[in-house]
């Protein structure tokens, strides 16, 4: 049974870090493309980045301003956010496609290419 757990969310202030953990289990994380979104309270699904199952290529939102990066180990994938402001808080969520070679599509950003997710993690980001 495929399992994605998400941990690692939590209450910072503003310009502090968060180190969220996405642990794999069911399916081999090296044969996915893993993608993490977010979703804040009325408002659709958006998407962070992704990272291929060789790890090689990694892809980010644009909007995110360089502040997010994503790593991993063994079946475990982080989401390392820095200089967090009010409006990253979110849920987050980490997805896994099944994609042929665990390549990351050219629609890595849509939520309806991934197969599996997780139930997310809360962030909350005050002033």
């Known amino acids: 049974q495929v399992h994605l757990a998400e941990s690692g969310g939590g209450s910072v202030q503003s310009g502090g870090s968060l180190r969220l953990s996405c642990v794999v289990s069911?399916?081999?994380?090296?044969?996915?493309?893993m993608g993490w979104f977010r979703q804040a309270p009325g408002k659709g699904r958006e998407a962070v980045g992704c990272?291929?199952?060789?790890?090689?290529n990694t892809f980010y939102a644009k909007s995110h301003g360089g502040r997010y990066s994503i790593g991993h180990a063994g079946n475990t994938v982080f989401l390392n956010l820095h200089q967090l402001q009010p409006d990253d808080t979110a849920m987050y969520y980490c997805?896994?496609?099944?994609?042929?070679?665990?390549?990351?599509?050219?629609?890595?950003?849509?939520?309806?290419?991934?197969?599996?997710w997780g139930p997310g993690t809360q962030v909350t980001v005050s002033q």
């Open positions: 997805a896994a496609d099944r994609s042929p070679g665990g390549y990351c599509s050219s629609r890595w950003d849509s939520p309806g290419t991934y197969d599996y």
């Open positions: 990272m291929s199952g060789s790890s090689t």
């Open positions: 069911g399916i081999t994380r090296s044969n996915q493309c």
